[in-house]
């Protein structure tokens, strides 16, 4: 059970969510949390992302209700990201690639274009409930077909919002980018730091 202001759970598979909050020196212990995104019909990235996000806080907040759980009434964190891809005047929804040839026709999607990654996330506790929705945008030069080769042979694609890896393969080839770099790899932890106090 929870006592006090300790700790705080990150309701997220995400290992790359994981690193952040242990980047920034929060303590934390991580619960898998399983939500049927499938049942969102919604295209729009952005409403997406928000119904995402909203689905896993219904979850999570059910889950940490149970007076059985071990996090019972704890302080929670749910988030996701997506990916929205510039097409001519429209922006198209990238989730996670389901497989190698999904994955591989995403990133040729996105080599010489610009894309946002959108992530939005919730901060919940007994005094608050914070939600926030931000997004990361970039432009890539042209990628190289023998690096994305070896991209999408890595696996390292796998899990990742539009096989985005902007701290691995996508690196290289960054032109042009605005917003916070956590939002890139799914938490924009700043946008909660100022609240961790009264946790």
């Known amino acids: 059970m929870c006592i006090n202001k300790k700790p705080i759970v990150l309701a997220s598979n995400s290992i790359s969510r994981a690193k952040i909050l242990s980047d920034f020196g929060i303590e934390f212990k991580q619960v898998r949390l399983d939500c049927d995104e499938d049942k969102i019909q919604t295209k729009n990235p952005k409403s997406f992302a928000y119904s995402a996000v909203r689905l896993k806080y219904e ?24 990916v929205s891809l510039n097409v001519g005047d429209n922006e198209v929804l990238l989730r996670k690639p389901k497989d190698k040839f999904e994955a591989k026709d995403m990133l040729e999607a996105q080599s010489a274009a610009k894309l946002k990654i959108i992530s939005a ?32 042979d890595s696996n390292l694609w796998i899990g990742k919002a539009g096989g985005v890896m902007i701290e691995g393969f996508h690196n290289r080839y960054i032109i042009k980018q605005k917003g916070f770099l956590s939002t890139a790899l799914g938490l924009s932890i700043e946008k909660f730091l100022p609240f961790f106090g009264i946790i």
Do not use: G
Not at 59 to 80: G, Q
Not at 126 to 134: A, G, N, V
């Open 59 to 82: 979850c999570a907040n059910k889950l940490f209700s149970d007076e059985n759980n071990p996090y019972y009434n704890c302080s929670f964190i749910v988030a996701d990201s997506v």
């Open 121 to 152: 996330q919730i901060l919940k506790n007994s005094k608050i409930e914070l939600c926030d929705i931000s997004a990361f945008s970039v432009e890539f030069a042209k990628f190289d077909k023998d690096h994305m080769q070896e991209y999408l």
